[in-house]
């Protein structure tokens, strides 16, 4: 069999699904080959001479994308569909939730496996790239915000006088927020934080913030909130309105805010209105994680800073990719432990078990059509 991992393609993706020290384990049976397709790991730190000592040949995105099992970071692009070859197994964020993206990849003839539907379960831990990556944009985002706003994020006493350390309020806390509440520690900064999931309030305290509770109204609203399989589920518009003058009233007195809400396949829900940046301080900053899904913050720009009243919000998407060497570090070791499943690294045995739990949930097309899920 050959292993292909071609170099990514779409606008600042930064990563690469295989790492030096990955390849030397896919490569170590001996009984497959593996191709880096040239300079797929440079904008990750990772040369194609330590791809080759550990064992790769260095190849075109041709002879990459036309490999027996294709791994990769992003869904490929309309370029790259042509070249993969039917039958092939391909592994990535295939973005499955967009029904023209899977049509295209499953058009192709691939065994598409889509790592965003892998299951929460404890054996699936070690492959979960959605928490991976969601813990370097929770880093990432504090550290934007500390670099956008113009005061020091810790208490400081100085022979010129003390410095008051930052508010920071922190709404959604799951893996990016509680990662952004234990940056924001780190740097010194006063820690508040908010989720619709009622579980999460001990994992808040226990990091040193304190929890903003939206109280719910009734037991259904108690219900919706718990979620499902880990996730989130949209709140009744009275809840979200409740946690709007709430928040409200909180961001009044905040200087950095980071929104990291999110349920799945669904769009971001707003949590702040423009009327709430409006009523921020000048100089507070915003940091909108969600802004690749339509973001918590009205107001907030794909790729860009605005400034609005004198408050900067933070839209960058891909905060992964700004973490280049550790996202690709991270996110190769969970698509080996994918492969694991199927791909024995001491053997070199490759036998899918369609029956697995965790590969019936991700694969969403083979044999030229979509899966369909229930
Ligand atoms: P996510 O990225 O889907 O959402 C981020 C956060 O936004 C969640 O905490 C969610 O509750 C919150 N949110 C959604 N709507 C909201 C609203 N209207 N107001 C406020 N907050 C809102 O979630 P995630 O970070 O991927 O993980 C969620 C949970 O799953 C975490 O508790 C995590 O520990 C758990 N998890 C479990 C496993 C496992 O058991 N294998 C693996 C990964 C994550």
Known sequence: MIIGIPRETRAGETRVAATPETVKKLAASGAHSLVVEAGAGSASSLPDSDFQAAGARIGSAEEALAAD???????????????????????????????????????????????????????????????????IAGYKAVILAANTYSRFMPMLMTAAGTVKAARVLILGVGVAGLQAIATAKRLGAV??????????????ESLGAK????????????????????????????????????????????????????????????????ATVAAMKPGAVIVDLAVEQGGNVEGSVLDQIVTKNGVKIVGFGNL???????????????????LALSLNAKSGEFVVPKDDEIIKATLVCENGAVVPKS
Not at 224 to 240: F, K, L, N, S
Not at 253 to 265: M, Y
Request: net charge neutral; proline share 8%.
């Open 211 to 274: 929890w903003v509770d939206v109280p719910y109204a009734n037991d259904e609203e108690r219900k919706i909130a718990e979620g499902v399989g880990g996730y989130a589920r949209p709140m009744p518009p009275e809840w979200m309105a409740r946690q709007g003058e709430i928040i409200h009233e909180r961001c009044k007195s905040v200087d950095i805010l980071i929104t990291t809400a999110l349920i799945p396949g669904r769009p971001a829900p707003k949590l702040i209105k423009a």
């Open 69 to 135: 099992i294709v791994l990769k970071v992003r869904a490929p692009t309309a370029e790259e569909l042509p070249r993969l070859k039917r039958g092939a197994m391909l592994i990535g964020l295939l973005n499955p939730f967009d029904a023209a993206t899977l049509a295209s990849v499953a058009a192709t003839g691939v065994s598409g496996y889509a790592l965003e539907w892998l299951p929460r379960i404890s054996r699936a831990q070690s492959m979960d790239v959605l928490s991976s990556q969601a813990n």
């Open 320 to 338: 992964p990719a700004l973490v280049a060497t550790d996202a690709s570090g991270l996110y190769a070791r969970n698509v080996l432990n994918f």
């Open 191 to 204: 820690i508040e934080a908010s989720d619709v999931r009622p579980s999460v309030k001990d994992q808040v």
